[in-house]
């Protein structure tokens, strides 16, 4: 059975999956963020640093489970799909065909992203600067005059949080919740994380907002200001 946590947001009824996704039922709509396919070649091909080349076929893989778990009509990919413009080119043709057989399967929509503002036309779905569904609008980054109506889902943050417990510390992915914003965690195998601590977190959300947090087994859900900045953690951290 998926783990997931069901959340009440602008009157609908949405599911925060353990992998990072996020679910609305009644649209049968699946939305992952900041996949940063090709991360690990473009980090050998640009800075030198050799990173193992299968963060895409990871990626893809949980992407793989998901829709076949929820079964959705629509898939939105929340921008920063590859990591840099180049990255759809350099996909191992295996992984490529993968994507294209689920691009075929739903209505697959690439949200443009700054590390990836023109869609990867050889891999279908089609492209998007946002898009809007019922109440909500889903684009790559915060609109600083979004209307009052309605909520904004967004990825470009990675947001993370750091809870200390029974003398442990963790440091991991997280969804943020405002009461006008739903900031998804970076689905990427290799994708970093900013603390949700951090101003350019902490400035588009409310007093009241929640951090869903993705444990080992299940997520836990705790109020913003329960999160604990990087500066206060001990050296050892687990996780991300």
């Not at 939105?76 to 399967?105: N, T, W, Y």
């Not at 603390?195 to 907002?209: C, G, H, K, S, Y």
């Not at 997520?219 to 999160?227: D, G, N, Q, S, V």
């Amino acid at each position: 059975m998926k783990q997931t946590l069901s959340v009440s947001w602008h009157g609908l009824a949405l599911q925060l999956d353990l992998d990072g996704a996020l679910y609305w039922p009644e649209e049968r709509l699946l939305v992952a963020a900041d996949l940063h396919l090709e991360k690990g070649t473009s980090y050998a091909s640009s800075a030198g640093r050799l990173l193992p080349p299968y963060d895409s076929a990871q990626t893809v893989t949980r992407l793989e489970r998901l829709i076949e778990a929820y079964r959705p009509l629509r898939v939105v990919a929340l921008g920063d799909s590859f990591h840099d413009r180049r990255g759809a080119a350099r996909l191992d043709g295996e992984v490529a065909e993968r994507i294209r057989k689920l691009s075929d399967l739903v209505d697959w929509i690439w949200i443009h992203g700054n590390h990836d503002p023109k869609p990867p036309q050889q891999l279908g779905g089609r492209g998007a600067v946002e898009i809007a569904i019922g109440p909500l609008m889903f684009r790559h980054d915060a609109h600083q005059d979004r209307q009052a109506e309605g909520g904004e889902v967004i990825g470009h943050y990675h947001p993370v949080a750091s809870v200390s417990t029974r003398g442990r510390s963790f440091r991991r992915r997280c969804f943020a919740i405002g009461r006008d914003r739903l900031l998804l965690p970076a689905f990427g195998a290799y994708a970093g994380g900013l603390n949700v601590r951090e101003a350019a977190i902490r400035r588009l959300l409310d007093a009241e907002a929640r951090v869903a947090l993705l444990g080992r087994d299940r997520l836990h859900l705790f109020p913003l200001h329960a999160a604990l900045p990087d500066a206060t953690l001990p050296v050892s951290v687990t996780g991300e």
